[in-house]
Structure formats: C-alpha cells, structure tokens
C-alpha cells in the first residue's frame, strides 16, 4: 500500500509539473489537510473551503489526507503536496510535533503553512485556528445541560479516552465555571474510548449508578450518540438529557426521540472556510501573522492571534429541534 | 471422576462468574437482579455469537481475525440498503446478513484451503480489505439512526417472553451449535481435524474442507451480528467493532478452547464469553478507573491462557514419559 501510495504521489508530482505550463491564470492553490479522509467533519470543512475558494475566485482548494489517522499518512500527503509546489497547506495533524519537520520544509519553499481545528507546535505552523476556545467550549457544554435543569440536578460526563486531551482539557475548563451553577452536581466521570459499545455501556452504568441523573454531558461524538441510544433503550427519555458535542446529521435521531434536547458543535463548514479565508490573505500577503495581530477571515470577521499565534474562531453552536432539520443533511 | 468435574474449564469459570458477581453485587447490589443480569447476557450476546464461530476456526488449528471486520462491513451493507430501501422486509435483510458473512468467510477459507496461506495472514489481509471496502462504499459516512427504519431497529430490541431477541438469538444458535459439535459429522471433523491433522487425514476427513466449513460457519454468525450490532446501536461507521475480534479470540481462551487446536467445548466458549461480559458490564457501575479496566481485563485473558498452557503442557510430558520407558 505505501509503495502504491509513493508511486501515486510521484505520478501526482510529475502531473504537477506538466500541468502549469499548460495553465494560463494560475490558481492559487490551497491544500486542506485533514485527519484521515470520509469523516463528516471533514467532507464539512471542505464544503466550507470550497465557499472561500468560490467566494475568491481563482482559488483551486486541493482536499486531501491519509485514510487512517496518523501522523505517518500525513507526512507522506505533506510531501506530495510539496512536490506539487501548492501556495497554502492547512493542516488539521494527527500529531502535534511530528508534523513539525515536513511543514518547515514547506515553509522553507515559500509555501504558506497553517493548522486548524487540531494544531501543530508553533515551529512548524504560521499560525493556528481552534474552532473555539476551550473556555468557550467548557462553558458551553455546562450552559447545555444548564438550560434545560431550571432548578439544578445531577449531571455525568461521558468523555472519550482517559488520555484525550480535548476532552480532558474542556472538562477541566467545565469545572472552573462550576461555581456559576451552584444547583448542577457533576457527581460522575465515566470514559467510553470513542467506542460506540463501550460509550452504551458506560452511559447504562451511569443511569443505574445514579437512579436520580438529570443529563449526560458527551463532549464527543461517538460518545453522545451511543448515550443518546442507550437512554431512548432505557425508556428515560425525558429524564435524562443527552448533551455535549455532536454532528447534526448523528445526532438528528436522538433530538427526535427526545434523549437530546439541544447538543453544540463548532460548524465545521465555518472552520473550513475561514482556514481557506487565512491561508489565501497569508499567502498573498494580505496579512501576516504576528503576536496581537488579525487576520480577516471574509464573512466570519477577523481571527485574533494571542502569544503562541493562534487565534479561536467563534463559540460553538447550539443545534436543537429547531434548526436540526436545516443542518442534519450537511455534516 | 467428581475432581475431574470439578476442575473442569466449565466448573472453573461458572465459579469465576459467581465470585465476581458476589465481589460486584458487595458494591453495588442492584448488579445481581435477574433483569439486570439478563440484560448482561443480551450486551453480551455477540460476543457469544462470535465466539461460537471463532471457536469452530480455532478448533481447526486457524483463527479468523476477520471476524469483527467480516461483521462491520455486513452491518453497514444492511444499514445502506435499510437506508435506500426501508421497504425491504428484516426476514430478507437476516438471510442476506448471514449470506454475505458466510460469503467472506469462505473467501477465507478457500484462502487457506487452496492456496495453502497461514490462516493469521490471510485473515490479516481480508481484515483490512473488509474495512476498506466499507471505507468504499460509505464513503466514510455514517449511517445514523434517523436514517434506519423504525423495524429495522425494534427487531433485536422486540421483546419475547420477557427477552429480547437478540437474546433469543444467542440462545438458539448456543443450542443448534451444542447438537451441531456434538452431532453433526462436520461438527466432529473440527475436532478430528484440529486434535491431529495427519490421523484425521487416514480417517478420510478433508483437513482444507473442514477449515474451509469452519471459516464459513464463523463468517456467517459474524454476518449475523452485523445486522445485530448496526441495528442495536443505531448507527453504522467504518471503526464499529474496532478490535473487537481480539475480544473474541479472549473469549475463546478464557472458555478453554486450545490455540493448539482440537480441544474446546460450546460451553467453555458461551462461559467465557460471558465472564468478559460481566466484566465489561460490571466496570462502569462500580466505579474503577479506566486504566484500572484495562489492566483487568488483560489479567484475565493472562490467567487464561497461562491454564491453558499449563494443561496442555502436563498432557505433554505424561505421553513422553510412555514413550520413554519401553526404550
């Protein structure tokens, strides 16, 4: 497979020369680098590219990555597009420091480099996009279970691995804020390893550890799908909420059912387009990347970038029984 | 005779199964009421179901690490056609699960029969082409449960008699495999087969057919599960199941079945099966840390198969010695 890969990337090399001799206007060419290719948020985040692309006019956006999840898979990507001489290369990584020496040889030819959603190292990067921050965002999935306890409860929290650093980063900030909701009780943890049946599992557990739970907070989206099927099998639809971080076009079923009344997600369509919106004005020099500088990003405004260079797009955005029916078909 | 029951894989494990839930229930007791405990054995139904058909494959000197591709890849077959065609009666979409999983079962054990592959590589390779093709024909999109028919999903959650389905399901194929092992002359050959190839070849048995009935008989109830599965958790992706044929191959172990081949029984499969899902089941309610989880259940399979070496190893030297004295 990798030495198919390799001849793949050498054919695509040796087409891109031949190419641009042919082209008369040439495009400038802005390369999306994902996680792994055929997940939703993705494909999303590519609709959302090709917007920008479409909205600037004579952007060609080249979507690709690895078909698994490893920094290896886009290592190799990463070469091939520097092979091809893009302009931009906009990264989601699969490992925060192993994409640091491939990207800064990209650097080094002049190509414009930046991460979003998941970053790299500030070496190997112009700048960073996060989706949201992570205060926005541990806010954010308290607030949802929140707003439909009016007078307080217990909540549980279904997160992905022990290990994952989102997660455990957005819980801790959810823990910070839980002064302001002093009637909410987060009285358990559970981890349900991004595993649909492992997720099911814990969220039954949770419900008979906890006769009395109110809501379950799944900041992921494995996680509150599964919990979501587990309550609706349960039969406490109406007693406990599932919320937390979620795609519409998943999580259309449980908002039906009623086991979620409202669930959040940064719009992946937003984050592609306002990564292709950065890396355009980068690589043309319509902006440049400083400490406490802005970078516009077209219909989504400007992106502030603090010390480490990296900026957070917007807050998340709340899906529920009004809306879902709009989004549940594109990502 | 008494010891010997006694010692048995069945006895140990059913032995296992009550002190852990003993040791669960002084924690948290409401883990031992009948309905809870029934719903253990549905979460643990394909486990069972699988295992059953890896057992035949480990019977026969093989293993089939294809199998939680095999059921990933015909779950998200039926999810799509259910999807494109919510008309399609569950009768149809059962027999075109068990059909399709018995189809990339025995594109295994021709593999191994014909062409002469080690089982571990070949069933390797088609893991990985299974959870391509899925990749293929998804195109990395989920099936979701607004998009399955309401039937679709009630069948293995339909309750009869106070079971689910899916329990019904387990049980019927834990009986038919019971008789099937026991009786059926295709049941008789695994072990022959596995327990010494070569006599099992004077005696007429085909060694490459009965591994080739074997691995189809393991891809069919994977196909099973993969209509089970998808429907049960309402959603098809391309990860589902992820890992989950080492969980087999555990339970399978831990049941007694030799990775040697040639010894094993439907009931020390069923019981180990179980004992790793009263495990998986128990973790969450008693509050153990996840790393925790993972050291347990690793523990166990390690126990397991340290029995398994030490009894065969015994056997071993027993026949040596025989063989020694006469020279």
């Given amino acids: ?331 | 005779m008494i010891a010997r029951l006694l010692t048995s894989r069945e006895a140990l494990l059913t032995g296992a199964i009550a002190l852990l839930l003993v040791l669960i229930a002084s924690r948290f007791p409401a883990f031992v009421e009948p309905g809870n405990l029934a719903s253990v054995f549905n979460d643990t139904a394909p486990l069972i179901l699988l295992a059953l058909g890896q057992m035949a494959v480990i019977l026969t000197r093989c293993i089939d690490l294809s199998v939680a591709a095999n059921l990933a890849l015909t779950g998200m077959v039926v999810a799509m056609l259910n999807a494109a065609a919510p008309g399609v009666p569950i009768a149809v979409i059962l027999v075109l699960a068990v059909a399709l999983g018995a189809l990339m079962g025995m594109v295994n054990g021709i593999l191994v029969w014909k062409l002469d592959i080690p089982p571990i590589v070949v069933t390797l390779g088609t893991m990985t082409i299974f959870r391509g093709i899925i990749f293929v024909i998804s195109g990395g999109d989920w099936v979701n449960s607004h998009e399955m028919s309401a039937a679709f999903k009630a069948f293995p959650r339909a309750e009869i008699l106070g079971l689910p389905v899916l329990s019904w399901i387990a049980l019927t194929v834990i009986a038919a495999f019971g008789l099937f092992m026991a009786r059926a002359p295709l049941g008789r050959a695994f072990f022959a087969v596995g327990g010494n190839p070569h006599a099992a070849v004077y005696t007429g048995l085909n060694v490459g057919r009965a591994q080739f009935w074997a691995f189809t008989v393991s891809g069919a109830l994977a196909g099973l599960t993969g209509y089970l599965w998808v429907s049960r958790y309402a959603v098809a992706y391309v990860d589902i199941a992820g890992g989950f044929e080492l969980e087999v191959v555990a339970a399978c172990v831990i049941g007694g079945i030799s990775i040697a081949g040639g010894i094993g029984s439907v009931g020390g499969t069923v019981l180990g099966a179980l004992f790793l899902g009263v495990i998986k089941n128990a973790l969450p309610v008693v509050n153990v840390s996840p790393f925790w989880q993972l050291a347990i259940s690793g523990t166990a399979i390690l126990i397991a198969v340290a029995m398994n070496a030490r009894a065969s190893r015994r056997k071993g030297r027993v026949i040596l010695k025989r063989a020694e004295a006469p020279a």
Wanted: hydrophobic share 45%.
């Fill in chain 1, 1 to 331: 497979m990798k030495v198919a890969k390799r001849i793949l990337a050498a054919l695509a090399a040796v087409a891109s020369l031949a190419l641009p001799a042919a082209a008369q206007d040439d495009p400038v060419r802005i390369a999306i680098v994902v996680k792994a290719l055929g997940i939703g948020f993705f494909e999303a985040a590519a609709e959302g590219a090709e917007e920008a692309a479409a909205e600037l006019g004579n952007v060609e956006i080249i979507y690709t990555g690895p078909t698994e999840t490893t920094a290896e898979g886009q290592i190799e990507v990463i070469n091939a597009l520097i092979a091809q001489g893009v302009d931009a290369i906009a990264v989601s990584a699969n490992d925060p420091d192993a994409l640091v020496p491939v990207l800064q040889r990209a650097m080094d030819r002049g190509i414009t480099v930046i991460s979003w959603d998941s970053g790299v190292e500030q070496d190997g990067r112009q700048m960073h996009l996060a989706p949201s921050s992570d205060e926005l965002i541990g806010r954010m999935i308290i607030q949802l279970a929140a707003d439909h306890l009016p007078d307080g409860g217990d909540v549980a929290v279904l997160s992905a691995s022990a290990t994952a650093t989102n997660q455990n980063t957005w819980i801790a900030e959810m823990n910070a804020v839980m002064d302001d909701y002093p009637n909410i009780n987060v009285v358990a943890t559970v981890y349900g390893d991004d595993l649909a049946d492992k997720s099911y599992r814990e969220a039954q557990g949770l419900m008979q550890s906890y006769p009395d739970l109110d809501a379950i907070i799944a900041p992921t989206s494995v996680g509150i799908v599964a919990a979501a099927q587990a309550v609706e099998d349960a039969g406490r639809v109406g007693e406990v909420n599932v919320t937390g971080l979620g795609l519409p076009s998943e999580m259309a079923g449980a908002i039906e059912s009623g086991a979620s009344q409202s669930f959040a997600i940064w719009n992946p369509i937003d984050l592609g387009y306002a990564a292709t919106m950065i890396a355009f004005n980068l690589s043309q020099g319509n902006a440049t990347a400083e400490p406490g500088g802005t970078i516009p990003m077209g219909r989504m405004g400007e992106v502030e970038l603090d010390d480490t260079l990296s900026g957070a797009m917007s807050d998340p955005f709340v899906y529920d029984a009004s809306n879902i029916e709009q989004f549940r078909d594109i990502f």
